[in-house]
């Protein structure tokens, strides 16, 4: 079972942000997210999800509702 999680880094702990409801010795693989790197995906996708959802062609279903 692969669940994703947020959390801090305090006092060099590792913090979750929500209520984790894991048996004591559960092993974790935590992955570090640099939050540049995050901004950077971001930004470069934008483009390409502006062009996806932003068009005229989709206006049509607007109407629908």
């Given at each position: 079972?692969q669940n994703?999680?947020?959390?801090?880094?305090?006092?060099?702990?590792?913090?979750p942000?929500?209520?984790?409801?894991?048996?004591?010795?559960?092993?974790?693989?935590v992955t570090v997210?640099?939050?540049?790197?995050?901004?950077?995906?971001?930004?470069a996708s934008?483009?390409?999800l502006?062009?996806?959802?932003?068009?005229?062609?989709?206006?049509?279903?607007g109407?629908?509702?």
């Amino acid at each position: 079972m692969q669940n994703a999680l947020r959390a801090v880094v305090h006092d060099g702990r590792i913090e979750p942000l929500d209520r984790l409801d894991l048996p004591e010795g559960t092993r974790v693989l935590v992955t570090v997210v640099q939050e540049d790197e995050g901004d950077f995906w971001r930004d470069a996708s934008q483009p390409s999800l502006e062009s996806v959802w932003n068009n005229p062609e989709d206006d049509v279903y607007g109407q629908l509702l």
